[in-house]
């Protein structure tokens, strides 16, 4: 086949699918970090929430850690990614699915999961709604509590990835291809696909988890901030030259090994950042219930 003709039917077949967040792999490394931080009384009250949370028997029944109470810790943290794919839920142009006990509503909230471009022409509210849950977190009833834990497990990850705040005009790196020749199987993937996958692949679990936890745990630790600083950190980057590749490949842009070393090594700071600044600030936001009033 000539070139001519392979050019469009490749765009067709490699049409990138929208993705959103880091895969599975980096959601549970995230959650992990976040555990190690976090205090006795945080803990509990975690797992207290977590275990009122309608679909806390699904994440026991896939966790793999000896310790259920931190399997549960991990599994929660997909959980905004798992009901896309649930009939339970729905998006806002489905008919609406019938209200389950111990659920505030029944909608999927894609929209939550980033926040594709400063200013007026951005898509997407992560830059609000992580402070809304952290309010509802430490300040809610038991449900909205529970409801909120899961929520903010995952959001806080997803706003440590650049392509979750940011784009070139092509929703977060979704409408932008690349060549990718560390994946075989997909060696033309989404920019944005690219990124999720980089924590590793997506069914990391229990012992396969150690081995990247390690790595993550020796970075230095981060300066907290907040989450608005983080999702400027993250502009930053894409603004920066580390997440784009530069080098055309022989049709599209291609990634290196300089630039797959270099998206790796930030890849591993942003989990690690999230990781630890989600425990600390959990640590603040799930104090005692008494010690909480004023
Ligand atoms: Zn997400």
Known sequence: ?????????????????PTYAWNGAG???????????LEAPAREQAVALLRRHPDQARWLRRQQEQDPDYGLFLEASTWPDD???????HD???PPTPLLPGFPHMQRQTHWHFQDEPGAGGRGEIDTRVERLARELAEGDAQSRAYALPWLLHLVADL?????????????????TVENPYNPRKPFMSLHAYWDELPGPPWLRGRHL??????????????????????????????????????????LPLV???????????????????????????????????????
């Open 1 to 17: 086949m000539t070139r001519p003709l392979l050019l469009p039917l490749l765009l067709l077949l490699l049409l990138p699918l």
């Open 83 to 89: 009901i896309r794919r649930d009939a339970r839920f």
């Open 256 to 294: 290196t090994p300089e630039f797959h070393a270099r998206a790796r090594q930030i890849s591993d700071q942003r989990l690690a950042a999230a990781g630890v600044r989600l425990g600390r600030w959990l640590n603040r936001l799930l104090v005692p219930r008494a010690a909480a009033s004023r």
């Open 27 to 37: 959601h549970r490394l995230v959650a992990a970090l976040a555990w190690a931080q």
């Open 160 to 176: 440590h990835q650049p392509l979750h705040t940011a784009g070139r005009g092509d929703r977060g790196g979704n409408g932008y």
């Open 92 to 94: 806002p142009d489905e």
């Open 210 to 251: 150690e081995a990247p936890l390690a790595r993550l745990a020796a970075l230095p630790a981060p300066e907290q901030g907040d989450p608005a600083r983080w999702l400027a950190e993250g502009r930053a980057l894409v603004a920066g030259d580390g997440v784009y590749p530069a080098t055309p490949g022989s049709l």
